[in-house]
T-cell receptor
Framework: GAVVSQHPSRVICKSGTSVKIECRSL??????MFWYRQFPKKSLMLMAT?????????EQGVEKDKFLINHASLTLSTLTVTSAHPEDSSFYIC?????????????FGEGSWLTVV | GQQLNQSPQSMFIQEGEDVSMNCTSS?????WLWYKQDPGEGPVLLIA?????ELTSNGRLTAQFGITRKDSFLNISASIPSDVGIYFC????????????FGTGTRLQVTL
């Protein structure tokens, strides 16, 4: 089946620095990628929708300048957490949808744990 | 953002028992999806439902798309230890793209 890979799976960074998380579709072209944030024992909250070659669409309450999303190719989207603070520590998950998607062709990555110290 | 309400929030059951959980929304959805998430992993799709009233099975799992399009349920029969995890429903709003709205989750614990 289709595979979506995230890197790194775990990252620790110092407060005030920026950290980048990659989301790659390994065996299909993803016209759309989604970025979610999940706190412990909580649900997935959509942060933004990323379309290849265009600006990401952010959900209400998500800071665009804080969470920079780039979808430069049909197989790669990146999420950069800028000037990270401890409250940004969370589990970040991406998903990707190929062209002609339906509900069951949205594939999730393994997630990336971010810890800001 | 909007979330779908799932119940129960958590369940402790014995191996072999059947499990039922449901998901409700104030909005209509044109697709309902059920996922399982293991700790520290991304969610994995279990069942996808596309039509009101649709009943679909995947092994020991059965899910139904509510007639009103505002709810769905998931049943697991004869539970086994590897069923442990968090189960999420997700809805795809009518007329939108692949954007999903997730439920609050049901945490399932299975004891031997």
């Amino acid at each position: 089946g289709a595979v979506v890979s995230q890197h790194p799976s775990r990252v620790i960074c110092k407060s005030g620095t920026s950290v980048k998380i990659e989301c790659r579709s390994l065996d299909f072209q993803a016209t759309t990628m989604f970025w979610y944030r999940q706190f412990p024992k909580k649900s997935l909250m959509l942060m933004a929708t990323s379309n290849e070659g265009s600006k990401a669409t952010y959900e209400q309450g998500v800071e665009k300048d804080k969470f920079l999303i780039n979808h430069a190719s049909l197989t790669l989207s990146t999420l950069t957490v800028t000037s990270a603070h401890p409250e940004d520590s969370s589990f970040y998950i991406c998903s990707a949808a190929p062209q002609g998607y339906s509900g069951n062709t949205i594939y999730f990555g393994e997630g990336s744990w971010l810890t800001v110290v | 953002g909007q979330q779908l309400n799932q119940s129960p929030q958590s369940m402790f059951i014995q191996e072999g028992e059947d499990v039922s959980m449901n998901c409700t929304s104030s909005s209509i959805f044109n697709t309902w999806l059920w996922y399982k998430q293991d700790p520290g992993e991304g969610p994995v799709l279990l069942i996808a439902l596309y039509k009101a009233g649709e009943l679909t099975s995947n092994g020991r799992l059965t899910a139904q798309f509510g007639i009103t399009r505002k709810d769905s349920f998931l049943n697991i029969s004869a539970s086994i230890p590897s069923d442990v995890g968090i189960y999420f429903c997700a809805g795809q709003l009518y007329g939108t793209a692949s954007k999903l709205t997730f439920g609050t989750g049901t945490r399932l614990q299975v004891t031997l």
